[in-house]
């Protein structure tokens, strides 16, 4: 474990150029002793290491210092095939550069790693489309990503479901969820995400993009994905159902497995109770109609009475006239 750190400390640094100790801490899950501790290491094995202090300071390796030590193990090579996606990459205009990457790195592993490499690419494959879906039309998206990459303004038409927009926007990245792509672009210096297959139009400009400093692109996503989610489902439905109705439930989403793993013990017609965080509005009922008499809303009145408009609109579609006029009349409950 300390010889593998202490490799992957002088990697770091000769990739970084210099890193501090707290950042190398954070990386490797560590305390920012322990890091001293194995740069102390690192240059009693003769390894060119030195720190500058000052409030951009840190630790450096020797001008010039490049270790050997930068081999592909099994292991190693294994994963990075693994991480060679190839349907992102074409989308993104980088399909061709992909597969030369791959054909390099096999030439230069030795033989059995070779076929160990190529043995976990063959049996290995991503759809990252979930079922019943298409891809996103991604015509944009090579030019959108050379945006990205060389850091340029981007002046773009979005449709943004309420009205068309034109904006300037200073990129920031791509993200690849579920078979769709997202552009992360800055705004008047705040973050916003757009979904790459509603950009109508861009045009790539000459201004150099300004990102906010020390801007995280995973954190970003993680935190905007997290608050998405709890903004879509920020109303709660009280219901009764069935063992069936709740098992499809609780496939919605992990919010409501995790509510319906609470659900209450079962009545004597065999229905639980249960609240679950639901959308507001038409989503809410489409979600809860489909699992038909084994739910019934019990709160809140709007829902409960927006589902019972909806089973009305059915029966005068599906019943014949005279039972249909046998109903008893709307009510608002």
């Not at 720190?51 to 099994?74: P, Q, W």
């Not at 599906?318 to 608002?332: A, E, I, M, V, W």
Request: charged letters at 25%; hydrophobic letters at 45%.
């Amino acid at each position: 474990m300390l010889a593998s750190r202490l490799l992957s400390i002088l990697l770091t640094l000769q990739a970084r150029g210099q890193a501090t100790a707290r950042e190398l801490a954070e990386v490797f899950e560590v305390s920012v002793r322990t890091i001293y501790r194995d740069v102390d290491e690192l240059s009693a094995a003769g390894v060119p290491i030195y720190a500058e202090k000052g409030r951009n300071g840190g630790f450096r390796l020797l001008d010039g210092y490049r270790t050997r030590l930068t081999g592909l193990d099994r292991g190693e090579a294994e994963v990075l095939f693994l991480a060679g996606l190839p349907g992102a990459a074409a989308q993104l205009g980088l399909g061709e550069a992909l597969q030369r990457m791959r054909l390099k790195l096999l030439a230069a592993l030795p033989d059995q790693t070779r076929g160990d490499a190529e043995r976990v690419g063959a049996r290995f494959h991503l759809d990252p489309v979930s079922w019943f879906k298409g891809a996103d039309e991604q015509a944009l998206l090579p030019e959108l990503a050379v945006a990205v990459w060389s850091g340029r303004r981007v002046r773009l038409r979005y449709d943004s479901w309420a009205r068309v927009v034109d904006r300037e926007v200073e990129p920031l990245g791509v993200v690849l969820k579920a078979g769709v792509w997202y552009l992360v672009a800055g705004v008047d210096g705040q973050p916003r995400t757009y979904r790459v297959a509603s950009i109508l139009s861009l045009e790539v400009l000459e201004d150099a993009a300004q990102p906010p400093p020390e801007f995280d692109l995973a954190a970003y996503w993680t935190r905007f994905c997290d608050e998405y989610e709890a903004r879509m489902q920020a109303g709660e439905a009280r219901l009764k159902a069935t063992d069936s109705a709740l098992r499809r439930l609780g496939r919605e989403s992990q919010a409501i497995a995790l509510a319906v793993r609470d659900a209450g013990p079962p009545d004597a017609a065999g229905r639980r109770e249960v609240t679950i965080p639901i959308e507001t509005g038409s989503e809410a009922v489409a979600t809860l109609l489909r699992l038909g008499d084994e739910v019934e809303v019990l709160d809140p009145t709007e829902l409960r009475a927006a589902m019972a408009e909806a089973a009305r609109k059915l029966a005068d579609i599906y019943l014949p006239p005279t039972f249909s006029q046998d109903l008893p009349p709307r009510t608002g409950g």
